[in-house]
């Protein structure tokens, strides 16, 4: 890796730590540039506005959906259902080790700019779309497992309120139960759809 590149990845993670722990408009670039040990220069060599800088950052959390989240679930869990409950698990596991103090980094930045940078909006809904598809690729895998007339669509966007449901509440009562309350609930849903799919079989 080049000392550009290096640079560049240094004020990425620094800011988007930031911009997850305290807020975008809270955190200043004078900030970011002091912690990630990097000059004014070299910031505006590679982003010439706060928001720029911001974009990458989405752009980064869009990778790493992949490399931190749905890559180890896949190869930890065969069942495509269970896939659903381990990416769960995932952001459970994480707000355990915060003591539920960090929320989720997409869903934060959606709640205090979605209705201020349009560019930004875009991205956000972009990562929230990827997360879905790929709860919905599980939900397809699984088609065998729930009734014929369900929609998969619309139960992954129901799998995401629920997560971003549940880190807002738990971060906000600093406390896992609200969390594992919607999870048991989607459980309990999902175990409803497998007994209804059970009943069409053997109908048919």
Known sequence: MTVRSRTRDALIETAGTLFWRQGYGATSLTEILSQAGVTGGSLYYFFRRKEDLLLAILDRRLEDLDLQIFVPVEAAEADPIERVFGVLGFYRAFLESTQCE????????????????PEVRQKLAQVF??????????????????????????????????????????????????????????????DALQVSARSEDRRS
């Open 102 to 117: 960090m929320g989720c980094p997409i869903g934060n930045l959606a709640l205090e700019l979605a209705d201020l940078h």
């Open 129 to 190: 779309d990827a997360w879905c598809s790929r709860v919905r690729k599980y939900l397809e895998d699984a088609r065998s497992q729930l009734p014929h007339d369900v929609d998969l669509e619309g139960l992954a966007q129901f799998v995401l309120t629920v997560m971003e449901g549940g880190l807002m509440q738990a971060r906000t009562a600093r406390r896992l139960e609200p969390f594992d309350a919607g999870v048991t609930n989607l459980r309990r849903y999902f």
